[in-house]
């Protein structure tokens, strides 16, 4: 069951320019991940944010948690090449295992 | 760091074969997990195990099976392989705790004729 629903599907952006994704689920959680994919390789973990925080930092990343809206968002700043990689959120229902959103396809426009 | 290793980047099988797909952790995490990955659809989970000689169905088990005898090793196996299950196959690892990070292998992409 797919319980991440992230937007936009794709994102296309000058480099520099900041950029935020958006991820809503649909039942109580324990925390939430942001992962990134590079094209044809494996998820490497980007940041976590527990369900009793709001904000979170993370060198170039921020990213913010609304459980009373149940929904999460990723920014990226200053994007640069490097960043062009599908992003996806997780959510950690407390049950030893994620479910993944769909992502989002994110390209940097040198 | 963390390492997970899938013994296959690329597989060409034919429909009917037997497929094994092999993922080594070296972090000594109780958890593993199998996942395919296809367009539009993100990843679903395949199975997961949660210690050696267990397995949990994911939410879409059918047409496969799982193997944990040594800790590390995750195997996901494929009894008859047909051509809806071409795909990229995705295996993680994770300590058992509190927050569930998972740590995820290179994949391999798989591709049933």
């Known amino acids: 069951s797919q319980q991440g629903e992230e937007d936009p599907q794709a994102l296309s952006i000058q480099e520099g320019e900041n950029a935020t994704m958006n991820c809503s689920y649909k039942?109580?959680?324990?925390?939430l991940q942001w992962y990134r994919q590079n094209s044809g390789r494996g998820l490497v973990h980007l940041i976590l944010?527990?369900?009793?925080?709001r904000e979170k930092h993370s060198g170039r990343l921020r990213v913010t948690l609304d459980t009373s809206k149940k929904s999460s968002s990723l920014l990226i700043t200053a994007s640069r090449a490097a960043d062009t990689a599908s992003y996806f959120c997780?959510?950690?229902?407390?049950?030893?295992?994620?479910?993944f959103g769909q992502g989002t396809r994110l390209t940097i426009n040198p | 760091d963390v390492k997970v290793t899938q013994s296959s980047r690329y597989l060409v099988k034919r429909t009917g074969e037997k497929v094994f797909l092999e993922c080594v952790q070296d972090?000594?995490?109780?958890?593993m997990f199998w996942y395919r990955q296809d367009p539009g659809l993100g990843l679903r989970l395949i199975y997961f195990?949660?210690?050696?000689?267990?397995?949990e169905k994911g939410d879409i088990p059918e047409g496969y099976s799982v193997s944990r005898e040594k800790k590390e090793r995750f195997s996901l196996i494929l009894e008859s392989a047909s051509t809806n299950q071409t795909s990229m196959y995705l295996c993680?690892?994770?300590?058992?705790?509190?927050?569930?990070?998972?740590?995820f292998g290179p994949g391999t992409r798989l591709l049933v004729l």
């Open positions: 039942t109580s959680i324990n925390n």
């Open positions: 972090m000594d995490h109780e958890n």
């Open positions: 944010i527990r369900s009793n925080e």
């Open positions: 997780a959510t950690d229902t407390g049950a030893q295992k994620l479910v």
């Open positions: 993680a690892s994770a300590t058992y705790s509190g927050i569930a990070t998972q740590y």
């Open positions: 195990s949660y210690d050696v000689k267990m397995k």
